[in-house]
């Protein structure tokens, strides 16, 4: 399994970081997890091709994790010519929320006769579903989305991915996490119980209990970046735009 990350950043571009889109890649499969509102010309920037994605996991509806579908959909249709099948995979309620985005940014686009197959699939939490070689699951986590917003566990090959998506400090992560080859999870102050997000405090207090191999920090603010060479002492993994790693 591979991990690629292709924007790693919070909602607000902090240090020019572009929105949460991650590749996993297997022998047979590429799942793009989140697909934020910058993520298709991260995408580009990185020499990527959009059309290598066989699906979209989302972990929750926030703009700076799903909001440029719309613009991946109409590169597919109109630039890229895509023919192959692309499958959108998120929490209950996305298919809904990614025609209303489409309809804001480009209406009627929903409309659009596609020439590929588009599949969206409407995954309840805590349920076994399976694409291509990966097995995902995800479990509810706290922050307000509109639907639930979620962690998510892939696992390929005998190994192991699971995304905190962003939450604030909830059991859930430890439950999640355990045994992950590599476990993500956002980071967005240095201290205390922020609401909707993690702390590096928090993290740091429950790092064992994650019982995860590796653990990468993504989605920090300005205040955390600027702590980046002090926190890689801790033995954190640190994402970067275009890192990438096995898993």
């Given at each position: 399994?591979?991990?690629?990350?292709?924007?790693?950043?919070?909602?607000?571009?902090?240090?020019?970081?572009?929105?949460?889109?991650?590749?996993?890649?297997t022998a047979?499969?590429?799942?793009?997890?989140?697909?934020?509102?910058?993520?298709?010309?991260?995408?580009?920037?990185?020499?990527?091709?959009p059309?290598?994605?066989?699906?979209?996991?989302?972990?929750h509806?926030?703009?700076?994790?799903?909001?440029?579908?719309?613009f991946?959909?109409?590169?597919?249709?109109?630039?890229?010519?895509?023919?192959?099948?692309?499958?959108?995979?998120?929490?209950?309620?996305?298919?809904?929320?990614?025609?209303?985005?489409?309809e804001?940014?480009?209406?009627?686009?929903?409309?659009?006769?596609?020439?590929?197959?588009?599949?969206?699939v409407?995954?309840?939490?805590?349920?076994?579903?399976?694409?291509?070689?990966?097995?995902?699951?995800?479990?509810?986590?706290?922050?307000?989305?509109?639907?639930?917003?979620?962690?998510?566990?892939?696992?390929?090959?005998?190994?192991?991915l699971?995304?905190?998506?962003?939450?604030s400090?909830?059991?859930?992560?430890?439950?999640?996490?355990?045994?992950?080859?590599?476990?993500?999870?956002?980071?967005?102050?240095?201290?205390?119980?922020?609401?909707?997000?993690?702390?590096?405090?928090?993290?740091?207090?429950?790092?064992?209990?994650?019982?995860?191999?590796?653990?990468?920090?993504?989605?920090?603010?300005?205040?955390?970046?600027?702590?980046?060479?002090?926190?890689?002492?801790?033995?954190?993994?640190l994402?970067?735009?275009?890192?990438?790693?096995?898993?």
């Amino acid at each position: 399994m591979r991990f690629t990350a292709v924007g790693c950043g919070d909602a607000f571009g902090s240090g020019a970081r572009a929105n949460t889109c991650f590749l996993v890649e297997t022998a047979a499969t590429t799942i793009a997890l989140d697909f934020g509102a910058t993520s298709l010309v991260a995408l580009k920037r990185l020499g990527l091709d959009p059309n290598c994605i066989d699906a979209v996991m989302l972990s929750h509806l926030h703009g700076d994790h799903f909001g440029g579908l719309p613009f991946l959909l109409l590169d597919a249709q109109f630039d890229r010519h895509r023919e192959k099948p692309l499958t959108i995979i998120g929490p209950v309620g996305t298919q809904e929320r990614v025609k209303a985005a489409q309809e804001v940014f480009f209406p009627r686009s929903s409309t659009n006769k596609w020439k590929f197959a588009l599949n969206f699939v409407d995954l309840p939490c805590r349920t076994d579903h399976r694409f291509g070689d990966i097995d995902i699951w995800t479990a509810e986590v706290v922050h307000p989305s509109g639907a639930p917003s979620t962690a998510v566990r892939l696992r390929a090959s005998g190994r192991t991915l699971v995304y905190s998506g962003d939450t604030s400090w909830t059991e859930t992560l430890v439950e999640a996490a355990q045994g992950a080859d590599l476990f993500v999870t956002e980071c967005y102050r240095l201290t205390g119980a922020p609401v909707a997000h993690l702390s590096l405090e928090e993290i740091d207090a429950n790092r064992a209990r994650f019982g995860a191999r590796r653990i990468m920090l993504t989605h920090m603010s300005a205040e955390v970046l600027e702590k980046l060479a002090e926190i890689e002492t801790r033995g954190y993994l640190l994402a970067y735009d275009g890192l990438v790693l096995d898993v």
